[in-house]
């Protein structure tokens, strides 16, 4: 493996605070990103990480190093960009990042279509409903639902995201069926929390205006398919994005919920660090995807 590469390991491994979680990201063995890591040390006589068995920190000159290497690795990047801007032929890795059920059905489904379209750039698509950051992370481009907050991120909407309050017919017949917002507050309400997750509300659409209602339930998860699974299984309430859950409303196997109080619209869109989206293949899946998804909405 050639230097630059070593210093590709290193600097992926301090962003993602794990040698194991680095060497994955790059598709090495653990060993095989410790050995790389043993290389620069060796190299420069310093140590540069930080090893114990549940920590991993940068000494004062790794500190140093890293802010050199990774400004080594964005200028590598943008060179190759420029290149491939004037070949017409996109060339390298897009790391990729959005939230489950978004992921699988619409984000996931694209980059086949993509790569056959330009053969010499590879994916890396991260998964997640929890929160990320897409700086640290070095993510060039982030698919969500919600509203961008982060200034410093370039943002594009896609479409606006409809969003449905259901149930199973079972659960309602049990439970009873919601006629106000406030009814909710007897409900089981399936809530998507995680880690550091703010106090959970759910904002619904009254003659009034917008309004917030704290909701709780007995479950909750950071996995939003399993909301729905949850609520397809007769468990409680469900707030999902419309397009996720239209089919098994259409064949009666969930209810709409208040329909007369919609959940506030989600914004679906992605968001970038602006240098990123100077990379043409960065640009051009941006470009690929706002076309593709926006007719779905």
């Given at each position: 493996m050639s230097y630059l590469e070593s210093l590709r390991v290193f600097v992926r491994v301090v962003e993602l605070g794990s040698i194991t979680a680095g060497g994955r990201d790059l598709r090495l063995s653990p060993a095989v990103a410790s050995n790389r890591i043993k290389d620069l040390e060796n190299r420069f006589g310093v140590r540069l990480l930080n090893r114990t068995t549940r920590k991993l920190t940068t000494t004062e000159i790794g500190k140093a190093f890293y802010d050199h290497a990774r400004r080594v690795i964005e200028t590598l990047d943008e060179a190759e960009a420029l290149v491939s801007s004037f070949s017409g032929k996109p060339q390298g890795v897009i790391r990729l990042t959005a939230p489950l059920g978004l992921g699988r059905q619409l984000i996931a489904p694209l980059i086949p279509r993509f790569c056959a379209e330009n053969p010499g750039v590879e994916f890396r698509l991260r998964l997640s409903d929890r929160s990320v950051n897409i700086v640290e992370d070095a993510i060039d481009l982030a698919f969500f639902l919600g509203e961008p907050a982060d200034s410093a991120l370039k943002w594009r909407k896609i479409a606006d995201c409809p969003r449905v309050l259901v149930a199973a017919p079972a659960y309602l017949e049990e439970n009873g069926t919601p006629e106000t917002p406030d009814d909710l507050s007897t409900h089981n309400c399936l809530l998507l929390r995680y880690p550091r997750s703010p106090e959970y509300f759910w904002t619904l659409t009254t003659p009034d205006g917008p309004r917030k209602m704290m909701v709780s339930g007995r479950f909750d998860t950071d996995d939003g398919d399993v909301l729905t699974d949850w609520a397809?299984?007769?468990?409680?309430?469900?707030?999902?994005?419309?397009?996720?859950?239209?089919?098994?409303?259409?064949?009666?196997?969930?209810?709409?919920?208040l329909p007369d109080y919609p959940p506030l619209m989600s914004q679906f869109g992605c968001l970038a660090p602006h240098r990123r989206l100077q990379d043409p293949k960065v640009r051009m899946f941006a470009e690929f995807a706002v076309k593709e998804l926006k007719p779905q909405f």
């Open positions: 397809l299984e007769g468990h409680g309430i469900a707030n999902r994005p419309e397009y996720e859950v239209a089919r098994a409303i259409s064949d009666g196997r969930l209810v709409r919920v």
